[in-house]
T-cell receptor, first 113, second 115 residues
Framework: QKEVEQNSGPLSVPEGAIASLNCTYSDRGSQSFFWYRQYSGKSPELIMSIYSNGDKEDGRFTAQLNKASQYVSLLIRDSQPSDSATYLCAVNMRGSTLGRLYFGRGTQLTVWP | DTGVSQNPRHKITKRGQNVTFRCDPISEHNRLYWYRQTLGQGPEFLTYFQNEAQLEKSRLLSDRFSAERPKGSFSTLEIQRTEQGDSAMYLC?????????????FGQGTRLTVV
């Protein structure tokens, strides 16, 4: 079983809509969760980190964590064409080196005008 | 300091040649990681340094790969006798000392093409 799974998409939403990106992970003891944005041909850019159950908001982005369900999501409100990118979910698993991340394959998001 | 810096950005090499990549982390960060990413996949962990000590290596890091971080500053990743399967984006990331949940910031990456 892959440690971090994401719906691969592609996900396509109109400008102004809410984009919802989902991620599940296998290690129930994981403590740290991250969302990275990656534009085509570029490197991953950290956009959100979350460590506790519940929601964490930063501008148009909201990360949601449910450790009991081993589920983390990213909501993008008022989506813009510039949000079109691949979104990577990353997890630091229990017992692994601090900061070592396990990544999902990413969800490709397209926001059309 | 504006972030993690990697050089070169692109490298094309012939199969069998050796290549070396450099990573300069964010100056106050003592943790440094190397990852590899192929098309359509998320980054995969290769190795980790805390200061100058290489504390973990993935099984992906074959004997042809070696990494160093002298004096706990910049790091180099060398691939000997390159193979076509080594073609990938090589990413370096750094993070600050923290209790847990340290955020890692990536450099621009080095894209390697082995022909």
């Amino acid at each position: 079983q892959k440690e971090v799974e994401q719906n691969s998409g592609p996900l396509s939403v109109p400008e102004g809509a809410i984009a919802s990106l989902n991620c599940t992970y296998s290690d129930r003891g994981s403590q740290s969760f991250f969302w990275y944005r990656q534009y085509s041909g570029k490197s991953p850019e950290l956009i959100m980190s979350i460590y506790s159950n519940g929601d964490k908001e930063d501008g148009r982005f909201t990360a949601q964590l449910n450790k009991a369900s081993q589920y983390v999501s990213l909501l993008i409100r008022d989506s813009q064409p510039s949000d079109s990118a691949t979104y990577l979910c990353a997890v630091n698993m229990r017992g692994s080196t601090l900061g070592r991340l396990y990544f999902g394959r990413g969800t490709q998001l397209t926001v059309w005008p | 300091d504006t972030g993690v810096s990697q050089n070169p950005r692109h490298k094309i090499t012939k199969r069998g040649q050796n290549v070396t990549f450099r990573c300069d982390p964010i100056s106050e960060h003592n943790r440094l990681y190397w990852y590899r990413q192929t098309l359509g996949q998320g980054p995969e962990f290769l190795t980790y340094f805390q200061n100058e000590a290489q504390l973990e290596k993935s099984r992906l890091l074959s004997d042809r790969f070696s990494a160093e971080r002298p004096k706990g500053s910049f790091s180099t990743l060398e691939i000997q006798r390159t193979e076509q399967g080594d073609s990938a984006m090589y990413l370096c990331a750094s993070s600050d000392k923290g209790q847990w949940g340290t955020e890692a910031f990536f450099g621009q990456g080095t894209r390697l093409t082995v022909v």
